[in-house]
């Protein structure tokens, strides 16, 4: 059975007292949790996630990285030093940093590399706005956005990356695409995914998931895990999300 990866992010959100509640939560859910669940954190609250998630059954990451491995970028953080503490993960390329820190393609590709470099796994997001998918311009812009990644990684390295697609305009909006227009999507990326290495990387979709939606986008059967902000916040809905994929993963299975 193909274990559904499910990466939270909680963007500029939460606490210590959420990490914990949610971690002891996941203890009390018992050991077969059918998906593979990463917390993407803001950077104060590693240390903690180091102690509390030492066993290594939920993994831990970062929101963005510099894409030098170190030097004068005052507030920054870099990639080995998610490495030095035991994070495994670091999202690249948020729509909410290329907006709100103009970060382009080339940023996006550099800050991925950091990752590789360091060891971690880059989850590099790729997604239209709004006015790009009304101008049917969605696989341009998708397939723009991931070219510029892996144009100049070795198979090997492209094997090690995590694709996200999040449509910019189901993000925080409580309008997911349909798992139909997820598909349609990510059977493009792992179309061309699929031209420079023979194992396609996961692909998740992001864009107001939530407990009551996960299931269906994950029997979609290009749909490989979720990229969750909001519901990733509260304690009960993140744990139900991830109990509901585990039981899609072993439908998809048994299907
Ligand atoms: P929401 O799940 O809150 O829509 O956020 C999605 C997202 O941006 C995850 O990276």
């Given amino acids: 059975m193909k274990q559904p990866l499910i990466v939270a992010n909680w963007k500029m959100n939460g606490s210590e007292l959420l990490l914990r509640d949610l971690v002891r939560a996941f203890e009390h859910q018992g050991p077969d949790l059918a998906a593979q669940v990463v917390l993407t954190l803001p950077a104060p609250f590693f240390s903690l996630a180091r102690a509390l998630l030492e066993s290594g059954e939920i993994s831990w990451g970062g929101q963005n990285i510099h894409w030098q491995d170190e030097g004068a970028f005052t507030g920054e953080i870099s990639a080995p030093m998610i490495a030095a503490m035991g994070g495994t993960h670091c999202i690249v390329g948020h729509s909410e940093r290329r907006q709100g820190w103009a970060e382009t393609d080339q940023v996006v590709a550099s800050k991925a590399q950091a990752c590789l470099r360091a060891d971690i796994t880059p989850i590099v997001c790729v997604g239209e706005r709004l006015e790009e998918r009304q101008q049917d311009k969605t696989m341009e812009v998708v397939k723009r956005q991931l070219e510029a990644v892996i144009t100049n990684l070795a198979p090997a390295l492209l094997e090690k990356i995590v694709v ?44 107001s998931v939530k407990a009551d939606n996960v299931a269906a986008l994950l029997a979609m059967d290009d749909v490989d895990g979720v990229l969750v902000g909001g519901a990733s916040l509260v304690t009960e809905e993140f744990v139900r999300l991830c109990a509901y994929a585990g039981e899609q993963a072993k439908n998809n299975s048994n299907g």
């Fill in 164 to 207: 996200a697609y999040e449509p910019v305009w189901a993000i925080g909006t409580g309008q997911e695409a349909t798992p139909e227009m997820a598909q349609e999507v990510h059977s493009s990326l792992k179309k061309l995914l699929g031209t420079q290495c023979l194992q396609s990387p996961p692909v998740l979709y992001g864009g």
